[in-house]
């Protein structure tokens, strides 16, 4: 089945940018829905089809998808964006269609 | 508003059964999916399954095949989600959670119900 790759963590300093990667074969010809999850809670949809943003998520969550690498980018990192991050595709081609990335722990510094 | 609201926590012994349910509110039921996904302690979200409310159809990840079941009651708006044989590993925290589109399957997840422990212990 497909395997989706990402960093278990990342570090940023308040107000600096963060990127989160997730990585796949030819992830570019896929859709790439990401989801923030704080500790105890259920996980949120933050950016979809690559780079949209349900109405409720700040402007300051963005993302982009080419090739073989999808990057979440969270400008301005404020403290309450400390969170784990998944990526997730459709992969129409298996058994087993919904693919979760591994995640990756935003720490702010 | 568009909600999810699962059962209670749960500890079951090794070889037991478990079910989950998942009542839904704010939206017409029959119309999305419902998913399943669990999250095993200090790791990272495993996809389950999947159900149509509408037909009934569920579709389901290899590793669960045979010990998977996933119902629904649309009397009273309420999926459900049944895993049996359960051994230690399955001690995770169990999400549903609602397709963004209706009538379209491979759509994101936009609303999560609050999760469901359920321990495996002896």
């Known amino acids: 089945s497909y395997v989706l790759t990402q960093p278990p963590s990342v570090s940023v300093a308040p107000g600096q940018t963060a990127k989160i990667t997730c990585g796949g074969n030819n992830i570019g010809d896929e859709s790439v829905h990401w989801y923030q999850q704080k500790p105890g809670q259920a996980p949120v949809l933050v950016v979809y089809d690559d780079s949209v943003r349900p109405s409720a998520i700040p402007e300051r969550f963005s993302g982009s998808n080419s090739g073989n690498t999808a990057t979440l980018t969270i400008s301005r990192v404020e403290a309450g964006d400390e969170a784990d991050y998944y990526c997730?595709?459709?992969?129409?081609?298996?058994?087993?269609?919904?693919?979760f990335g591994g995640g990756t722990k935003l720490t702010v510094l | 508003q568009v909600q999810l609201v699962q059962s209670g926590a749960e500890a079951k012994n090794p070889g037991a059964s478990m079910r989950v349910s998942c009542k839904a509110s704010?939206?017409?039921?029959?119309?999305?999916?419902i998913n399943w996904v669990r999250q095993a302690p200090g790791l990272g979200l495993e996809w389950m399954g999947w159900m149509d409310p509408n037909s009934g159809n569920t579709g389901f990840a290899q590793k669960f095949r045979g010990r998977l079941t996933m119902t629904k009651n649309t009397s009273i708006d309420t999926a459900y989600m049944e895993l049996n044989s359960l051994r230690s590993e399955d001690t995770a925290v169990y999400f549903c959670?609602?397709?963004?589109?209706?009538?379209?399957?491979?759509?994101?997840?936009?609303?999560w119900g609050q999760g469901t422990l359920v321990t495996v212990s002896s």
């Open positions: 997730q595709v459709w992969d129409r081609s298996g058994d087993h269609p919904w693919v």
């Open positions: 959670a609602r397709v963004k589109e209706a009538f379209i399957g491979a759509t994101p997840f936009d609303t």
């Open positions: 704010g939206y017409t039921f029959s119309n999305y999916d």
